[in-house]
Every structure is written in C-alpha cells, then in structure tokens.
C-alpha cells in the first residue's frame, strides 16, 4: 500500500548533538513538508520541497535542514543551533496542486 | 498572508450529542479549506475538503462541513458523537501558495 514512512517513532539524543529523521514516501508525489508540532502551537511548517532538488525555507527553519535528492525521500535534520528541539514532527507528501496532504505517523525527538 | 483561527481550544460532548467545531480563515480570494483529524501520538489524516462548488462539504466518519464566505468559516458538524471520535482537530487554509496553513486545533472529549 502506498503511504509515508518516518522513522524513528522515538528519538532521544543528547543536547548538542545533530540527528536526522527520516520520511519516506511511495505514493509518487511531488511535494514533500517538514511541520514541528507542540502542545497548543499547531503545526508550523519548516521546510517544504516541490520538486527533487529544490527546497524552500517555511516559517521555523532556523536551526533545521533538509535535502531532497531523490523523489521518495525528504530527510530533516535537526542540529545543535535549533534551540528547543524536543517536538513531535511531521512529514507529509503532496500533488502539485492542491488535493490535501497524505501525513506520516510522525516521530517524536527528545533532547535531554 | 493566510491565517486560520479555531476558538475553542477544548470541548467536550456526550456521546450522542451534536457536534460543531468552530474555524475561521483570512484570506482575500477563495480559499481551499480543509478538516483533519489526529489521535495521540499519530499523524493527521484527512476528514474533509473545500475546493469550490456546493458549500455543504460531505467527509468520512459522518462529518461534514459548510463554507460561509461571508463569515469567512469553515464549521464542521456531526449530528451524533461517538466516542471513537475523540481526538484534536485541525482546520486548514490553502491560499495559492501550495502550502497549508493549520489552526492551532481543538481538542475533544467525548463523554460516555
């Protein structure tokens, strides 16, 4: 069955230290989105890529990055300047064109 | 640019009762509105979407929306609760950017 694919589901890394999610998706979409989800905040958008090797900056990108070199994958990785980054985070795919967002089951990261 | 605003933070219904869940956009043109729905712990899964056309909305698990223009909101309504649908929900914008904008959520609890 088609979907997307993060993992971890948990994550625990040290302060200071870089670490990667991943999302993965086989449903031949486009557009790929990064959302930092906190308790009453909603989801705020990070980075979001239309098209293989282009991304665009969204609202809380300070202290993240991405890269997209392949259709399928769009991997975030949170580094040591991101200044809160314990959060429940998102992948979610697209069409180009609107017709909503297929998300992932998400990933949990804890800082300690 | 687009925002979205969903007033109550929590409600709680008894099972069986009515449903409306409140959102109000700003945007200058039509708007593409959506309804997701997320359970702890897990990603967001599409309930509903407005793109144009009839105003009155039909989702999955008996939910349903209206678009007011002139109230600039996107309601959701279902006529009688379960208590599987207690979960935080989520409205969101599209407004020619290709990216969605999200209210900040509206929990529900469903009491037996």
């Known amino acids: 069955d088609g979907g997307i694919t993060q993992s971890p589901k948990y994550l625990f890394r040290k302060e200071g230290q870089n670490v990667t999610l991943s999302c993965e998706q086989n449903?031949?979409?486009?557009?790929m989105y990064w959302y930092r989800q906190d308790p009453g905040q909603g989801l705020r958008l990070i980075y979001y890529?239309?098209?293989?090797?282009?991304?665009q900056k969204g609202d809380i990108a300070e202290g993240y990055s991405v890269s997209r070199e392949k259709k399928e994958s769009f991997p975030l990785t949170v580094t040591s300047a991101q200044k809160n980054p314990t959060a429940f985070y998102l992948c979610?795919?697209?069409?180009?064109?609107?017709?909503?967002?297929?998300f992932g089951s998400g990933t949990r990261l804890t800082v300690v | 640019a687009q925002s979205v605003t969903q007033p109550d933070i929590h409600i709680t219904v008894s099972e069986g009762a009515s449903l409306e869940l409140r959102c109000n956009y700003s945007?200058?043109?039509?708007?593409?509105l959506f309804w997701y729905v997320q359970s702890p712990g897990q990603g967001l899964q599409l309930l509903l979407k407005?793109?144009?056309?009839?105003?009155l909305v039909q989702g999955i698990k008996g939910f349903e929306a209206e678009f007011k223009r002139s109230q600039s909101s996107f309601n959701l309504r279902k006529p009688s609760v379960h208590w599987s649908d207690a979960a935080e929900y989520f409205c969101?914008?599209?407004?020619?950017?290709?990216?969605?904008?999200f209210g900040k959520g509206t929990k529900l609890t469903v009491n037996p």
């Open positions: 890529s239309q098209i293989v090797n282009d991304f």
């Open positions: 449903l031949n979409h486009d557009a």
């Open positions: 945007y200058g043109a039509t708007p593409y």
């Open positions: 969101a914008v599209e407004g020619g950017s290709e990216k969605l904008v």
């Open positions: 979610a795919s697209s069409i180009r064109g609107i017709s909503g967002y297929t």
């Open positions: 407005y793109f144009s056309g009839d105003t």
